[in-house]
């Protein structure tokens, strides 16, 4: 018999499914990479910024040395934008490394963790990797059904995830009914705000979660770099709570947690607001030509508002993998989400003119 490493609740984590990347299409299918589009990752279709570029491009001189692991200076270019002071900031290797710490930080083994059913991988996987205890509430057209959600708090519960704009399915809760909802939590049980998407949201849905810090102890907000800033591949994302949950999780974060090239990335994408109105109105734009031709076919998908929109593809359970396969034939990239508990849908990223229409082209096919 071979012996069996770890805790039984590690054996049982099934791996995060990632988008296909370009070159593994291309090997697969036979295909030139450079006809191949992706829009299976929420990347920004612009890239990165220009400004961040050259930015990483002059810090690439001091990268024989370890980063700055108090990330003194983006701490205060995050200050300088939103006023929030430095002892408040957590920063991490992705925004997927706050919603890591704040499970390992909050939860102990056999500890609840409440969720939506359809809401982002990662914190079925965090929860996991503690040996929590995943209270999954089912969702609401699609979206976290807030009233489930507070009922569904126990004893032991210790942490709650909430994603707005959820992803994969894009729903959106305003801020007046996440606020209720804190006012309802224990105090004693944490609340990540997943806002990964927060910057794509049109100017009458914004609200200020970062006011809220201040009057709930319990509440840690989670930013990303990857989405509409554009620094997906350096993985740099913050958190944003009162002292008290903000020192605990830069106790166990790793010292050296973000490098010095995300770090210096980061500093000029912040402060580059016009590449950030750049990229939401792209967004708002590729959005409404994609679904336009959603309606003009008659496919139902959930209204989004980040930077991506799930389509129903069929009403059999294989369909999404069906209709996945014909578009990567295509080479067309996008995510099924059958693992999700969707089978017949996909996500779409939002990508540039070109490829959305390109996209809508193979979808055709593939539908016909
Ligand atoms: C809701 C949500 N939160 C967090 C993340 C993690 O992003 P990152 O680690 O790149 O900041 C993602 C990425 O897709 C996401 O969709």
Do not use: C
Request: hydrophobic residues 45%; aromatic residues 8%.
């Amino acid at each position: 018999m071979s012996i069996q490493f770890g805790p039984e609740y590690v054996r049982a984590i099934a791996p995060y499914q990632g988008g296909k990347p370009i070159s593994e299409v291309a090997r697969e299918f036979g295909l030139d990479e450079a006809n191949i589009i992706k829009l299976a990752s929420n990347e920004n279709p612009l890239g990165m910024p220009e400004s961040a570029r050259q930015a990483m491009a002059a810090a690439i001189a001091e990268a024989g040395r370890y980063p700055d692991g108090n990330g003194f200076e983006l701490k205060a270019a995050i200050t300088a934008k939103y006023g929030v002071p430095a002892e408040r900031i957590t920063l991490g290797n992705g925004s997927n490394d706050i919603l890591e710490l704040a499970a390992h930080a909050f939860v102990q083994p056999g500890q609840s963790v409440v969720y939506a059913q359809y809401s982002f991988a990662i914190y079925a996987l965090a929860t996991q990797a503690v040996g929590g205890r995943s209270l999954v509430v089912d969702a609401k057209n699609y979206g976290h059904d807030l009233d489930a959600m507070a009922a569904a708090i126990v004893d032991d519960t210790r942490l709650i995830f909430i994603a707005n704009p959820n992803n994969p399915t894009g729903t959106f809760i305003p801020g007046a009914q996440i606020e209720a909802f804190l006012k309802r939590v224990p105090s004693n049980v944490v609340v990540v705000l997943d806002e990964a998407y927060t910057e794509f949201l049109p100017a009458d849905l914004q609200y200020d979660s970062i006011a809220w810090v201040d009057r709930y102890p319990n509440l840690l907000v989670s930013r990303s770099m990857s989405k509409v800033y554009g620094l997906a591949g350096l993985r740099i994302g913050y958190g944003i709570a009162q002292a008290g949950i903000t020192d605990l999780l830069n106790r166990i974060r790793q010292p050296f947690n973000v490098n010095s090239l995300a770090q210096a990335a980061a500093i000029a994408a912040l402060r580059d607001d016009a590449f950030v109105q750049r990229s939401a109105k792209l967004n708002a734009d590729g959005y409404r030509q994609l679904t336009a031709a959603f309606d003009a076919m008659g496919l139902e998908y959930v209204p989004s508002l980040g930077n991506f929109v799930m389509i129903k593809v069929g009403d059999d359970l294989g369909a999404g993998a069906r209709i996945n396969l014909a578009l990567l034939k295509q080479g067309v990239i996008v995510r099924p989400v059958g693992n999700y508990g969707l089978p017949q849908w996909l996500r779409i990223s939002i990508g540039l003119p070109k490829e959305n229409e390109l996209f809508v082209d193979a979808l055709k096919k593939a539908l016909a």
